[in-house]
């Protein structure tokens, strides 16, 4: 179960030969490592972090594990302050740093107190934190008032659940205010047809790509659902089976699994704009972030018990579509991960023409993190 036979067959140009004796999730954080990515406490680090965690827990590799926790020891001051981090600027993203805090904490015995420390700054951050009138949490601060991103769901809110767990398990209101982020983002975006959800939407619905009934973004973007999908299965494995807000968080995971399966291409990846009638449409392209973050949320989902065993090959057939058109295999022998697009953000117009237009990056974190976490699952299987 290592290198695909895909891959094997086909004569990858250039670089070096696929190292069929290396685990992917392990080779791709080791190739990171030797890149000398940022370490601070900015999401994408984290997302790279979270896969090389991913990785070395798939196999049990203790130097790239304490590599892992050194690398967010190091964001943090001894007092718990977080460096570089005003708790006054309210950005969803800057919450992201509190999963791999509470992570550290917890499996190195409850000991760091900075870790706790830095959390409850975090989360007094968010009992704080502007909202729009239905009581979403806005995604920026001031700059996207009154909007949910699907993106900002992933940066805040496995924190808030995991910290819930861990602090206050008995805090209904806690539970119930999680479960609304989802519920709100759900009743806004969510095509019942397509079984997909729009970028986002903006509860004022002055946003210019606001749909005036219902605020929507007009356009699926790959990523934004593809972090989507990812932490509805990441809250899943933390909500309280006994609260009403389970079964609903997990309706929305399973019936997007299932607008995920009929979206994907025959290629085996996942159009960067996925509504009708774009994808294959000029200008759009299969993208590697989203593809590799609707590889892990069915790979977890089937491990974890949450989806049925349909969707293993629908993400194994992604897998092998990532070894074979993003990894690129460098002379050194480390890998490098391909087509990634660097943004989507609703700063922009929301249009088709907008989303193609990104530039795609090579090495960008946000996939090639992402693509650790799936590969680690794969390992798994
Ligand atoms: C291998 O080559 C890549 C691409 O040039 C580079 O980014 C990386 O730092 C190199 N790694 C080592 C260990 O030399
Ligand atoms: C663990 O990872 C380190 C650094 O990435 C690597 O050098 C080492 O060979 C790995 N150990 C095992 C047992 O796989
Ligand atoms: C925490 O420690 C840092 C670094 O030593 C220092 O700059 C900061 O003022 C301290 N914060 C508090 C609240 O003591
Ligand atoms: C319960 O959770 C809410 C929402 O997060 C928070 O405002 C409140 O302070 C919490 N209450 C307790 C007793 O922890
Ligand atoms: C919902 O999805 C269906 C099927 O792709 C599509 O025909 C319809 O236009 C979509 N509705 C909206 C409001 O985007
Ligand atoms: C293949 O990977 C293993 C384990 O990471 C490493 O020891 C070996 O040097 C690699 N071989 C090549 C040809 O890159
Ligand atoms: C939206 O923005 C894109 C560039 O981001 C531009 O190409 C397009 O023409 C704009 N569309 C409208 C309707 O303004």
Redesign the pocket.
């Known amino acids: 179960m290592r290198v695909s036979s895909i891959l094997l067959a086909s004569a990858t140009a250039a670089a070096a030969a696929p190292n069929a004796t290396s685990f992917y999730s392990t080779w791709m954080a080791d190739?990171f490592l030797?890149?000398?990515h940022p370490i601070d406490n900015h999401y994408v680090s984290n997302v790279i972090n979270e896969g090389i965690r991913q990785a070395a827990l798939a196999h049990n590799n203790k130097t790239l594990l304490s590599w892992a926790s050194n690398a967010i020891s190091s964001v943090v001051d001894a007092n718990g302050t977080i460096k570089n981090w005003d708790p006054y600027y309210y950005s969803l993203d800057d919450q992201r740093l509190g999963v791999n805090l509470l992570y550290f904490w917890d499996a190195e015995g409850r000991k760091e107190e900075k870790y706790e420390t830095a959390a409850h700054s975090l989360k007094a951050q968010l009992d704080r934190f502007p909202r729009n009138a239905e009581g979403g949490f806005w995604h920026r601060s001031p700059t996207y008032p009154n909007q949910m991103w699907l993106d900002g769901i992933f940066m805040a809110d496995q924190f808030y659940a995991q910290y819930t767990a861990y602090f206050e398990p008995d805090n209904t209101t806690a539970w119930n205010d999680i479960v609304l982020q989802f519920d709100l983002i759900e009743k806004h975006t969510r095509n019942k047809t397509s079984n997909l959800l729009a970028h986002g939407y903006d509860s004022s619905k002055v946003a210019v790509w606001a749909d005036p009934v219902t605020g929507s973004a007009p356009h699926v973007w790959d990523r934004a659902v593809g972090w989507y999908f990812m932490v509805l299965v990441e809250v899943l494995q933390i909500y309280p089976k006994e609260l009403p807000g389970y079964n609903r968080l997990l309706g929305y995971f399973t019936s997007l699994a299932v607008g995920l399966k009929a979206a994907q291409d025959e290629s085996g990846g996942w159009w960067l704009v996925m509504d009708e009638p774009y994808p294959g449409a000029k200008g759009n392209y299969i993208e590697s972030s989203g593809t590799a973050m609707f590889t892990y949320g069915f790979l977890k989902g089937v491990r974890t018990g949450l989806l049925d065993k349909q969707y293993k090959d629908p993400a194994v057939k992604a897998y092998d579509l990532m070894l074979e058109k993003f990894i690129k295999y460098?002379?050194?022998?480390?890998l490098?991960w391909e087509g990634t697009v660097t943004v989507g953000s609703l700063n922009s117009n929301g249009s088709y023409e907008y989303y193609i237009g990104v530039p795609l990056a090579e090495?960008d974190g946000k996939g090639a993190g992402t693509f650790m976490m799936a590969a680690a699952e794969y390992d798994l299987l």
């Open positions: 190739s030797s890149k000398k460098e002379k050194n022998g480390t490098s090495n």
